[in-house]
Nanobody, 115 residues
Framework: QVRVVESGGGLVQAGGSLRLSCAASGGTSSINAMVWYRQPPGKQRELVALITNGGTTNYADSVKGRFTISRNNAEKTVYLQMNSLKPEDTAVYYC?????????WGQGTQVTVSS
């Protein structure tokens, strides 16, 4: 049973920083990629950043230069360092773990950026 757990969300003022973590456990010996998504209030879920097993990264245009994704393969953990946060970054942030046979999602962590 694969388990995905996010942490690190919270309330921060505009211009501040937060670091999200996502840990995968159980049957995760073949992770292809780990991906951060977010779902703002009343909007659809959108991709924020991803990192492959080989370390290739990709970012949404809206977060380039402000967010950094990194990964600890040995600990099966992915991080999202979020700097220069804006009110429009307010969302529930979800972690997705891509395995060869299916994807697994975490329960999400709330990030709220006040103006």
């Amino acid at each position: 049973q694969v388990r995905v757990v996010e942490s690190g969300g919270g309330l921060v003022q505009a211009g501040g920083s937060l670091r999200l973590s996502c840990a995968a456990s159980g049957g995760t010996s073949s992770i292809n990629a780990m991906v951060w998504y977010r779902q703002p209030p009343g909007k659809q879920r959108e991709l924020v950043a991803l990192i492959t097993n080989g370390g290739t990264t990709n970012y949404a245009d809206s977060v380039k230069g402000r967010f950094t994704i990194s990964r600890n393969n040995a600990e099966k953990t992915v991080y999202l360092q979020m700097n220069s946060l804006k009110p429009e970054d307010t969302a529930v942030y979800y972690c997705k773990v891509q395995l060869p046979w299916r994807d697994y999602w975490g329960q999400g962590t709330q990030v709220t950026v006040s103006s």
